[in-house]
């Protein structure tokens, strides 16, 4: 009861400072006055007055600490509160406003025994100043005169005084729960807002310009430096023991300052942590209840919303209020310029909870699924809550005409509480859109509230809650409003992003300047292509076999094989051909050194493309027909996933030669954003089988498509096929090999002469359009249908993508 807070330890360190010093006056040899010249009486009274302010300055800061830490029993301590033992807020008269409570009277003596310095400091500058200018002049006044005293006393004064006025402050009722200083005061003016933000200036005031906090710093310096200029200047024993209890209790105030919120709070909340929790909670038995094997969210949701449904007494005020059987429950409605959907996302949001100044600590415990989450918070002292942490389910339920988020206590066995106050919090919220830009907010609060608790703390709870939830109102309009629907739209987009490939994601981003402005970063997928052995293969039609025993669903291993055929150090170059038109895109051909029909060849895609729109371009169906007119038949028989599908190709060939089919799969393979690769590759399909009269065909292609470096802002875009082909029939005997195979390094030379200036036509850049849109138009139609309700009307609101009069539109390509 008398040593169990850190105040009280410090002020019983105090009482013991100010004995230690009367002592040590009271047997030091007095100062006598002596006779004579007016100059030498003078300084001998000022030395008097010293020794005289020296004795009563630690008589009544000794009584001045002794009452205060009187003061501080339990018993004692809540009667403190208002006056009239703590019964009313106001006081009828100045002597009972100053000096209504025994903390008041405690205080005003230790203001008065730190005065006594400042005072008479200022008495004997005058009085030794005043003679010496009387017999020696002004510069001997300014310069000569022994006022020393004068002045120590006059700088312990103001010192002592800033420090005690500041715990003078604290004392009264008014700031007992919640010791604010002035400029905590004026930081919650409208201009300081207007001019820091609401959450940085609420930081300061919870951070920095706490009384206690300053009052804490100001000891501690002050002591610090009292100790050690005692430790270099060889004091006596005494002041050294003085300046050490001084220093030991200044510490523990500090740490009070930190720990607790107010001088209350060690009284207040330690009753809280012993004493149990009301019988029957308005959510019933799953308030904090013990999480052993499986949490029936749904259930908890359900208990939660049955409170809000509850009919409340209604006085025309939007705020209600409800005390009774050990609870204090409010209910606040009002109207939020904003959709449901960002306001749900704001109150589970990370960053939200941390707009709170007094949150130390987020941290999930458990995800019980995509909407419900245990979370635990701790929170550092913010009067006149103390240091506390607190554990919880956050959840979220929606349906068609409203969002529901509801927040309980729960015990988890794997967070056992670290701080001496556990916090029991309860909140349910009813988020109801009246428009795109509207919602309807009802939100529920339920305080635990022992019969010990204050009715005034209960009040300042209740009212800072309605404060925070009223700033809601201009939040639409704010920096903070923004920033929120930017963070909302980019978790949609994000969880949009971990379902397509890079490359392809940052031709999207490429093509939609509003998710590109979200920064959204994109991991790629690790061992997306496997590692197998180089194969050594001396025959075209053994390495088309192999590939035709991977079915559609081993595309990666069939990527991979073709990849260490493409990389082997098994080519020699062949010739070296300028483009088209005079183009300076340079075609390098290479040509296998042991197998016939296979070829591999470069060369530098110009207009400015992106890697993703090149593949799938080449992967397009419209564009095969167009490079081979000879092709009567193209279907596709199979489609894998949006990455695979498998074709059927037959192609017509003048008499005498026979029509060709090949039956092949289509994949793409991506990377990383600047690599993609296209790969077709032979399979076998038994409801296809081989037509009579028309040659099946074979042949292997692997587009490798790399995005170099940029230069003065254009990138270049490497285009790198690798084909092995077996065309069957007479064609494919040894004897016509030679000329096959000029055949297929022609075709593949003015294919590749082609297509490096085909984005640079007019037929390029509108296939380069389309495709944009359609990449586009699909993210948005498949982030549509996996949206809710809610979310979708949010987007749709909000978001570039869904709102058809800004939708993002192609860029034109650029000149060659």
């Not at 130390?360 to 245990?374: H, K, M, P, R």
């Not at 109102?473 to 969880?495: F, H, P, R």
């Not at 010739?575 to 296998?592: D, F, N, P, Q």
């Not at 294919?751 to 490096?756: D, I, M, P, T």
């Amino acid at each position: 009861n008398h040593f169990g807070t850190d105040q009280q330890r410090a002020f019983f360190l105090m009482v013991l400072a100010q004995a230690v010093a009367i002592v040590q006056v009271l047997c030091a040899p007095q100062a006598k006055v002596a006779h004579g010249p007016e100059g030498l009486a003078a300084e001998s009274l000022a030395l008097m007055i010293d020794s005289s302010a020296q004795l009563v300055s630690p008589i009544l800061m000794f009584f001045g600490n002794l009452f205060y830490f009187y003061a501080l029993h339990p018993k004692r301590l809540l009667l403190n509160l208002g006056y009239n033992n703590g019964k009313t807020r106001t006081a009828d008269s100045f002597w009972k406003q100053h000096f209504g409570t025994s903390l008041l009277k405690a205080s005003q003596l230790q203001l008065v025994g730190v005065l006594v310095f400042l005072v008479w400091g200022v008495v004997e500058v005058c009085i030794v100043d005043i003679a010496a200018y009387r017999n020696q002049g002004m510069l001997a006044m300014l310069f000569a005169a022994d006022d020393v005293f004068g002045w120590n006393n006059i700088l312990i004064g103001v010192l002592g005084s800033y420090a005690i006025c500041l715990l003078n402050r604290t004392a009264y009722p008014a700031l007992l729960s919640r010791p604010r200083s002035d400029v905590a005061d004026w930081l919650d003016l409208p201009h300081a807002e207007r001019w820091m933000s609401r959450s940085r200036a609420r930081w300061l005031q919870v951070h920095l310009f706490n009384d206690n906090l300053v009052t804490g710093w100001v000891l501690v310096v002050a002591t610090g430096l009292w100790l050690t200029s005692c430790y270099l200047w060889f004091s006596s024993i005494s002041s050294t023991l003085q300046a050490l209890l001084y220093f030991l209790g200044s510490s523990f105030f500090l740490r009070f300052a930190y720990n607790d919120g107010t001088i209350l709070d060690p009284v207040l909340f330690g009753c809280h942590h012993v004493t149990p929790l009301p019988r029957m909670h308005p959510m019933g038995s799953m308030f904090n209840a013990q999480i052993r094997d499986r949490l029936d969210v749904d259930a908890g949701i359900g208990a939660a919303v049955a409170l809000l449904r509850q009919p409340w007494a209604r006085d025309g005020s939007s705020v209600c209020m409800v005390e009774g059987d050990g609870v204090a429950t409010m209910k606040l409605e009002l109207e939020v310029g904003m959709h449901a959907f960002a306001l749900a996302c704001l109150f589970r949001s990370e960053a939200f909870r941390r707009k709170d100044p007094s949150v130390t600590n987020v941290d999930v415990i458990e995800t019980l699924s995509g909407d419900a989450q245990i979370l635990h918070t701790r929170h550092c002292a913010d009067p006149p809550m103390p240091k506390s942490d607190q554990v919880f389910v956050s959840a979220v339920r929606e349906s068609p005409t409203e969002m529901i988020v509801a927040e309980w206590a729960v015990q988890h066995p794997s967070c056992p509480s670290v701080d001496k106050v556990v916090r029991h919090p309860f909140q349910v919220i009813s988020l109801v859109p009246t428009g795109p830009f509207s919602t309807r907010i009802t939100i529920c609060v339920v305080t635990c509230v022992p019969s010990w608790m204050p009715q005034v703390l209960i009040l300042d709870e209740v009212d800072k809650v309605v404060a925070e939830m009223s700033d809601l109102k201009d939040i639409a309009t704010s920096q903070d409003g923004q920033e929120l629907l930017n963070a909302v739209q980019k978790e949609v987009w994000t969880m949009a992003s971990q379902e397509i490939s890079p490359c392809l994601w940052d031709f999207i981003q490429s093509c939609a300047p509003g998710i590109a402005r979200l920064a959204i970063v994109h991991q790629p997928r690790d061992g997306l292509v496997p590692v197998l052995p180089e194969p050594a293969f001396l025959q075209t039609r053994r390495l088309l076999d192999v590939l035709s025993t991977f079915d559609e669903g081993q595309g990666l291993d069939a990527a991979a094989l073709a990849f260490n055929f493409a990389s082997a150090r098994t080519w020699t170059e062949s010739r070296k051909v300028c483009g088209r038109k005079g183009r300076l895109s340079e075609i390098t051909l290479w040509k296998h050194q042991t197998l016939s029909s296979a070829f591999r060849a470069s060369c530098s895609i110009d207009g400015q493309v992106h890697p993703s729109l090149l593949a799938l371009t080449l992967q397009s169906t419209d564009f095969k027909r167009q490079g081979d007119p000879s092709i009567i038949e193209l279907r596709e028989v199979r489609k894998v996933d949006d990455s695979c599908s498998v074709y059927y190709q037959r192609s017509h060939k003048p008499r005498p030669l026979h029509d060709r089919d090949s039956v092949y799969a289509c994949m793409l393979v991506d990377l990383t954003p600047d690599q993609i690769w296209v790969l077709e590759w032979p399979v076998e399909l038994q409801e296809i089988p081989v037509i009579p009269g028309v040659q099946r065909a074979r042949a292997l292609f692997l587009y490798e498509i790399r995005r170099g470096k940029s230069f003065f802002g254009v990138q270049e875009l490497k285009l790198t096929l690798t084909t092995a082909m077996d065309i069957g029939g007479v064609l494919g005997s040894r004897v016509a090999q030679p000329i096959v195979d000029a055949g297929i390094a022609s075709s593949l030379v003015s294919g590749l002469s082609e297509l490096a200036g085909f984005f640079c036509t007019a037929q390029g850049r509108q296939v380069k359009k389309d495709a944009e849109l359609q990449a586009v138009a699909e993210l948005r139609n498949k982030v549509r249908e996996e949206l809710t309700s809610l979310q979708r009307e949010f987007m749709e609101a909000h978001s570039e993508m869904f709102i058809p009069s800004r939708e993002p539109q192609p860029r034109d390509g650029q000149p060659c």
